[in-house]
């Protein structure tokens, strides 16, 4: 009975479903509350039991509900960053029977995530989605199952750094229409950024080609989004507190996220993000009309490991069991890659429009690499280029860093691998500098908090590409902000194809467009607002800006696309 929480109120839905029918909503209610007390209590106790050493410092706890109602709703990197600066780095949480790890330093995130990575490469559960019976994905997976390293290789196999230089070209090509696109219509700049990376990963992963702006794909990526961002707070919902609400009818209160779960898988909707590019690409293979692919190559695989297997029977049971691997591969690299790219790309533009000094010394810099001379642009850049371009080099880093896509590792971020940030959950007791962390800790990184480490970056709120240059340069050097990326076994395994295809595109834009703030009918300049959602992806609201092209030959060059 004193095992976890769900066994701890089993004898709730054993004993009191006739209270459910007669009525009698106080003795539920009564037994709710002390079955509550009850998990909270012997939590705590055999917290108390397995150390002596102290749990990591936080604020005051409250009793029963410990730190619950501290907890902000709203900017909880900024608040733990804040807290952080009174209690220290590695901050300490609990609240209904959970214990959650805040790491605020890149420090201790190294110590613990990536030096103990055998004690925390463990994932929380997420019951919500366990409901919505989404297709393997590494995101979720645990550490330790014969799923996970066949996820990590088949990611390791298409996205190394070797592997992801083969998809240069396409980035190259869909940065030279973005740019196009951003000439034409300037007003809709948000849209195109996301047709941009939409259109690089759906070709990636299956060699299909985005032409239209009402293109299905950019509708499927909004449609998964949508409905992720209403299944509540991932982790944090009365059904991940506890999972024996989700057995309940959905009249019952606590229970409409699990109805909103079930409603979501048996709809099929959000489930296209898996299947739709993986049918395109079966259905190109009947025809002969296949391109090279990600999952054209996971495919041709599948079907000759079926070739060797002669029951019939055998074989389509192996099939039914692979395909979800391949389907669940598909979307985390479909979802991931198109949303975290585009939030990326609103904070460059979000960056240069405030300031305009930035984007001046950049454009120099291409014009003296690629021989432009008096405004006369002669060719797009390269990725050849890249190591010859310093300071765009530095305001691609100091975007990553500026506002960090994935502010915080928090639940609602488990669709965005490409920027890393999961929480992680810990197997085993641990201790680190004498504090105790128990087994089953949620633990993440506050990435947000991170970046604003004033011990490595100096005004670090401020937009500041110089920071990385070298002192011999008249930069500050310090270092490049890598915690987007994730940490130990559960570091991004896409991070050299966001990060080319990132520098492509900023490269290209800055090279053929000049940003400058939007002025209203006065003709007086319009300050754009620093100021960003939260949800599954931190995107930026929406703000204007005037996009034009740099020079007359810019824009023939932009035509010529």
């Given at each position: 009975?004193?095992?976890?929480?769900?066994?701890?109120?089993?004898?709730?839905?054993?004993?009191?479903?006739?209270?459910?029918?007669?009525?009698?909503?106080?003795?539920?209610?009564?037994?709710?509350?002390?079955?509550?007390?009850?998990?909270?209590?012997?939590?705590?106790?055999?917290?108390?039991?397995?150390?002596?050493?102290?749990?990591?410092?936080?604020?005051?706890?409250?009793?029963?509900?410990?730190?619950?109602?501290?907890?902000?709703?709203?900017?909880?990197?900024?608040?733990?960053?804040?807290?952080?600066?009174?209690?220290?780095?590695?901050?300490?949480?609990?609240?209904?029977?959970?214990?959650?790890?805040?790491?605020?330093?890149?420090?201790?995130?190294?110590?613990?995530?990536?030096?103990?990575?055998?004690?925390?490469?463990?994932?929380?559960?997420?019951?919500?989605?366990?409901?919505?019976?989404?297709?393997?994905?590494?995101?979720?997976?645990?550490?330790?199952?014969?799923?996970?390293?066949?996820?990590?290789?088949?990611?390791?196999?298409?996205?190394?750094?070797?592997?992801?230089?083969?998809?240069?070209p396409y980035q190259t090509e869909y940065a030279k229409i973005l740019v196009r696109n951003l000439m034409e219509k300037p007003e809709r700049f948000m849209w195109y950024l996301e047709k941009f990376?939409?259109?690089?990963?759906?070709?990636?992963?299956?060699?299909?080609?985005?032409?239209?702006?009402?293109?299905?794909?950019?509708?499927?990526?909004?449609?998964?989004?949508?409905?992720?961002?209403?299944?509540?707070?991932?982790?944090?919902?009365?059904?991940?507190?506890?999972?024996?609400?989700?057995?309940?009818?959905?009249?019952?209160?606590?229970?409409?996220?699990?109805?909103?779960?079930?409603?979501?898988?048996?709809?099929?909707?959000?489930?296209?993000?898996?299947?739709?590019?993986?049918?395109?690409?079966?259905?190109?293979?009947?025809?002969?009309?296949?391109?090279?692919?990600?999952?054209?190559?996971?495919?041709?695989?599948?079907?000759?490991?079926?070739?060797?297997?002669?029951?019939?029977?055998?074989?389509?049971?192996?099939?039914?069991?692979?395909?979800?691997?391949?389907?669940?591969?598909?979307?985390?690299?479909?979802?991931?890659?198109?949303?975290?790219?585009?939030?990326?790309?609103?904070?460059?533009?979000?960056?240069?429009?405030?300031?305009?000094?930035?984007?001046?010394?950049?454009?120099?810099?291409?014009?003296?690499?690629?021989?432009?001379?008096?405004?006369?642009?002669?060719?797009?850049?390269?990725?050849?280029?890249?190591?010859?371009?310093?300071?765009?080099?530095?305001?691609?880093?100091?975007?990553?860093?500026?506002?960090?896509?994935?502010?915080?590792?928090?639940?609602?971020?488990?669709?965005?691998?490409?920027?890393?940030?999961?929480?992680?959950?810990?197997?085993?007791?641990?201790?680190?500098?004498?504090?105790?962390?128990?087994?089953?800790?949620?633990?993440?990184?506050?990435?947000?908090?991170?970046?604003?480490?004033?011990?490595?970056?100096?005004?670090?709120?401020?937009?500041?590409?110089?920071?990385?240059?070298?002192?011999?340069?008249?930069?500050?050097?310090?270092?490049?902000?890598?915690?987007?990326?994730?940490?130990?076994?559960?570091?991004?395994?896409?991070?050299?194809?966001?990060?080319?295809?990132?520098?492509?595109?900023?490269?290209?834009?800055?090279?053929?467009?000049?940003?400058?703030?939007?002025?209203?009918?006065?003709?007086?300049?319009?300050?754009?607002?620093?100021?960003?959602?939260?949800?599954?992806?931190?995107?930026?609201?929406?703000?204007?800006?005037?996009?034009?092209?740099?020079?007359?030959?810019?824009?023939?060059?932009?035509?010529?696309?």
């Open positions: 009975m004193f095992g976890s929480s769900e066994s701890s109120f089993s004898y709730i839905l054993t004993n009191y479903a006739a209270s459910l029918s007669s009525g009698k909503w106080w003795f539920l209610i009564l037994d709710l509350v002390a079955g509550c007390s009850l998990a909270l209590l012997v939590a705590r106790l055999a917290f108390r039991q397995n150390s002596k050493l102290p749990f990591p410092p936080g604020p005051p706890r409250e009793p029963i509900l410990g730190h619950l109602r501290l907890m902000p709703s709203e900017n909880q990197a900024d608040v733990f960053h804040e807290w952080a600066k009174v209690h220290g780095d590695v901050i300490g949480l609990q609240f209904l029977g959970r214990n959650v790890i805040v790491l605020d330093s890149f420090q201790t995130a190294h110590d613990l995530l990536d030096e103990r990575g055998l004690i925390y490469s463990c994932r929380p559960r997420f019951p919500v989605y366990e409901l919505m019976r989404l297709d393997p994905s590494l995101s979720l997976l645990q550490y330790g199952t014969k799923e996970f390293p066949k996820h990590r290789k088949i990611f390791q196999t298409f996205l190394g750094k070797h592997e992801s230089a083969e998809y240069i990376t939409t259109s690089v990963i759906i070709r990636i992963i299956s060699g299909y080609q985005i032409v239209e702006d009402d293109d299905m794909y950019i509708k499927i990526v909004h449609d998964f989004s949508e409905t992720i961002n209403n299944s509540g707070s991932p982790g944090n919902t009365p059904v991940d507190y506890f999972p024996w609400l989700r057995h309940l009818p959905s009249w019952f209160p606590g229970t409409f996220y699990a109805s909103y779960a079930r409603s979501a898988h048996e709809t099929q909707k959000m489930h296209q993000l898996y299947n739709a590019p993986v049918e395109y690409v079966q259905k190109q293979m009947a025809n002969g009309t296949a391109q090279p692919s990600f999952v054209y190559h996971l495919l041709e695989a599948l079907n000759v490991e079926l070739e060797v297997i002669e029951d019939p029977i055998k074989k389509q049971v192996f099939y039914e069991e692979e395909l979800p691997h391949i389907t669940g591969a598909t979307g985390m690299i479909y979802m991931a890659g198109a949303e975290t790219s585009y939030a990326t790309l609103q904070r460059f533009f979000l960056g240069i429009t405030l300031h305009p000094e930035v984007q001046t010394i950049a454009q120099a810099e291409i014009d003296c690499v690629l021989g432009n001379v008096g405004g006369d642009l002669k060719r797009f850049p390269e990725i050849g280029d890249r190591e010859n371009l310093p300071f765009v080099e530095c305001i691609l880093q100091e975007t990553f860093r500026w506002h960090p896509v994935v502010p915080l590792s928090k639940y609602s971020s488990i669709f965005s691998p490409l920027i890393s940030c999961i929480p992680h959950r810990s197997i085993k007791d641990d201790v680190y500098n004498g504090m105790f962390i128990p087994e089953g800790s949620t633990v993440f990184p506050n990435i947000r908090g991170i970046s604003l480490d004033e011990h490595i970056y100096s005004d670090p709120h401020v937009f500041n590409p110089m920071r990385f240059m070298s002192k011999e340069k008249g930069g500050k050097g310090e270092p490049y902000f890598l915690a987007q990326w994730g940490f130990g076994r559960r570091v991004c395994p896409g991070r050299y194809l966001a990060e080319t295809g990132l520098w492509l595109a900023i490269a290209t834009i800055l090279t053929t467009l000049s940003i400058q703030k939007a002025k209203d009918e006065n003709g007086k300049e319009i300050e754009p607002e620093i100021k960003f959602s939260d949800g599954m992806v931190s995107q930026t609201y929406p703000f204007r800006c005037d996009i034009i092209p740099r020079s007359e030959s810019a824009a023939m060059l932009i035509l010529k696309v």
